[in-house]
């Protein structure tokens, strides 16, 4: 059996991927695997890339979103690949590339992104301590795929 869980969406060649998966299971095997489809804080990477101040830093956007975030129909896609086969950093990539000065103004820069994206909710509210807290609803598509090599 093979499991991956929350790594797939960073990988870039999936039919590969898939395919070696398939290649290394014994008949009867199965895969399952979880992973995004897409984010819509991929969106937010998108768009600090194209900003002067960070696409220096954000450097192989392609790598650190998932293949099928931009795609109409993904769970299609994926079912294609599966077929084929005949079976049926809350991360930021980009802060460790940030020099550490600029961290601060990044987050901050990132933070009111993510506050202008249409799908995110904010909910603000007191926590145990009656501090003001934001808690910050990410809507996202996850694939929760299972196959199976013939006998």
């Excluded at 819509?40 to 768009?47: A, L, N, Q």
């Excluded at 301590?129 to 006998?151: G, M, Q, R």
Aim: hydrophobic fraction near 35%; proline fraction near 5%; include cysteine.
């Amino acid at each position: 059996h093979i499991f991956s869980f929350y790594c797939l969406h960073w990988v870039v060649e999936q039919r590969q991927a898939m395919k070696n998966m398939f290649d290394m299971l014994k008949p009867g095997g199965e895969i399952l695997v979880t992973f995004l489809a897409s984010n819509p804080i991929y969106d937010v990477y998108e768009r600090m890339a194209k900003s002067n101040k960070w696409c220096s830093y954000m450097t192989n956007l392609k790598r650190y979103i998932s293949p099928y975030h931009h795609s109409e129909n993904p769970e299609t896609e994926l079912e294609d690949i599966l077929k084929k086969e005949e079976s049926a950093e809350a991360v930021n990539p980009f802060i460790k590339k940030i020099p550490e000065n600029e961290i601060g103004n990044y987050i901050e820069d990132y933070l009111n992104e993510v506050k202008n994206l249409e799908s995110i909710t904010i909910e603000t509210g007191n926590n145990d301590n009656n501090n003001n807290e934001e808690k910050i609803h990410v809507p996202y598509k996850l694939f929760v795929a299972v196959a199976s090599k013939p006998v």
